[in-house]
T-cell receptor, first 108, second 114 residues
Framework: EDQVTQSPEALRLQEGESSSLNCSYT??????LFWYRQDPGKGPEFLFT???AGEEKEKERLKATLTKKESFLHITAPKPEDSATYLC?????????FGDGTTLTVKP | DSGVTQTPKHLITATGQRVTLRCSPR?????VYWYQQSLDQGLQFLIQ???????AKGNILERFSAQQFPDLHSELNLSSLELGDSALYFC?????????????FGPGTRLTVL
């Protein structure tokens, strides 16, 4: 069965303090690894898709990387508006599987 | 705005009742997914349809059912409602296929069972 584990569960940063979120996965036949951002009470917002080990994607202060066993979401010089829950998901041969997310709080 | 619409936004009902949640996918998307998210919990995958056919099933209760219609909109039916069914229900859509599986989520329907 496909599994996704995200760590840490919660992360508190000062504005400008860079860090990384981890997503470890096991999947049968990876068809894509996805990162989403979710604000409280709202639907997740798509950020990135990664398909193969070594691939990297960037968007503003966010950079996603992928290895054969895990993915990292690097946040450089975060701002308070980056505060949200970040979800990782994998698509295997069957259904997609989401992790429980990392809740990021960025203090000014 | 993801382009996925869900109605209604809020629904308050009583235990034992039946409700129907509706979802319209983004233009051109063939896959529709339904998720349940209870307070402070992760997204629980319920079911996926692709071009009208059931593609994958998650932990969907027997009291719940769904379908995707020829115009690609989807409905999630919840019956014999219990207090524990109170949650946010999200619909998502994707193009589908081997790639193009990034999902675009609607704003959700907040269901409260009293």
């Amino acid at each position: 069965e496909d599994q996704v584990t995200q760590s840490p569960e919660a992360l508190r940063l000062q504005e400008g303090e860079s860090s990384s979120l981890n997503c470890s996965y096991t999947v049968s036949g990876l068809r894509g690894l996805f990162w989403y951002r979710q604000d409280p009470g709202k639907g997740p917002e798509f950020l990135f898709t990664l398909y193969s080990a070594g691939e990297e994607k960037e968007k503003e202060r966010l950079k996603a990387t992928l290895t054969k066993k895990e993915s990292f979401l690097h946040i450089t010089a975060p701002k308070p508006e980056d505060s949200a829950t970040y979800l990782c998901a994998v698509q295997g041969a069957g259904k997609s599987t989401f992790g429980d997310g990392t809740t990021l709080t960025v203090k000014p | 705005d993801s382009g996925v619409t869900q109605t209604p936004k809020h629904l308050i009902t009583a235990t034992g009742q039946r409700v129907t949640l509706r979802c319209s996918p983004r233009s051109g998307d063939l896959s529709v997914y339904w998720y349940q998210q209870s307070l402070d919990q992760g997204l629980q995958f319920l079911i996926q349809y692709y071009n009208g056919e059931e593609r994958a099933k998650g932990n969907i209760l027997e009291r719940f059912s769904a379908q995707q219609f020829p115009d690609l909109h989807s409905e999630l039916n919840l019956s014999s409602l219990e207090l524990g069914d109170s949650a946010l229900y999200f619909c998502a859509s994707s193009v589908g296929g081997v790639k193009n599986n990034e999902q675009f989520f609607g704003p959700g329907t907040r269901l409260t069972v009293l």
